[in-house]
């Protein structure tokens, strides 16, 4: 008889003790030094079904929530039928991190804003009535959006589901899709996404692949390496000739949510991928910026960020 958890049992717990679930735990200890996550932690370890990829019917594949990025970023179906996801998996973090992170860890990851995470502040997130990065530093903070939080979402993995309109599997309840897990961001007062403590994500639901997919991913950083990025995105194309036949972009790092860029996409869908059609297809995404005052800079590194992806993309 087996003895192992059923996911039932660690909802029932969570609800029981309090606390939270734990996946991979590689911001465990940064969050209870902080004050933020004083525990208890349910351990989603040893719950069966969450790990791994698995075929769907009709060629789309189930990635259990446990998989570990270094895991998805290695996967030679996910590199071939999914190579944005791939790329962003594999360009997240360090190594070490992706060797311990989780795809469901990634996508339901706490912010990294420094007024949250210092005990002798008190903020939304936290419970609080304002937020005092807004009156504060907050140079890395959003250049999209009107939400009462500043804090961009951190997630780089949501970023690049949001190119494929990729599903989201919780346990107990209907699937929605990953971009429901978050909203427009105006919910997220005290979380940094919209599921119950109780909740578990067990799986992402990708659709069939798209035959000659062309992707790319980009993350502008202050430095070269194991730093979150100032603004990153995800470009997915198809193209007939030199005309676009299919385009999904997505963007993070600049709002209270991970983006998808609609109007990047229209600009680009039966126009041909010429230097200047890129270029204001980019341009598209000023209209949506309405900066900080000390994150004006993110407003050209988002367009220059966008634009480096489709041309890597289109290349």
Known sequence: MSTEPTLTDLSAAVLARGGELRAGGTDTTARQRSGISPGPFTDLDGADGLRGCTPLPGGGLRIGALTTLAALAADPRVRSGWPALAMSAGTAATPQIRAAGTLGGNLLQRNRCWYYRNPHVSCLQKGGSGCPAREGDHHFGVVSGDGPCVA??????????????????????SPRTVAELYGDGDRLHQADHLLAPDR?????LLPPPLPGERAACHRATSRALGEWP??????????????????????????????????????????????GVLEAAAATVLARCRPLPQTGY???????TVLEVLERAAA
Do not use: C, N, Q, W
């Open 152 to 173: 961009p979402h951190p997630s780089t993995l949501a970023m690049a589901l949001l190119t494929y309109d990729a599903g989201a599997e919780i346990h107990g309840e």
């Open 200 to 204: 578990i994500l067990t799986a992402v």
């Open 230 to 275: 100032l603004v990153e995105a995800t470009a997915r194309l198809a193209l007939d000739g030199a005309t676009v036949t299919h385009a999904a972009v997505a963007a993070g790092g600049v709002a209270r949510v991970p983006l998808r860029l609609p109007e990047v996409e229209a600009a680009l869908i039966g126009r041909e991928a010429t230097p």
């Open 298 to 304: 993110k407003t050209t590194l988002f367009r220059d």
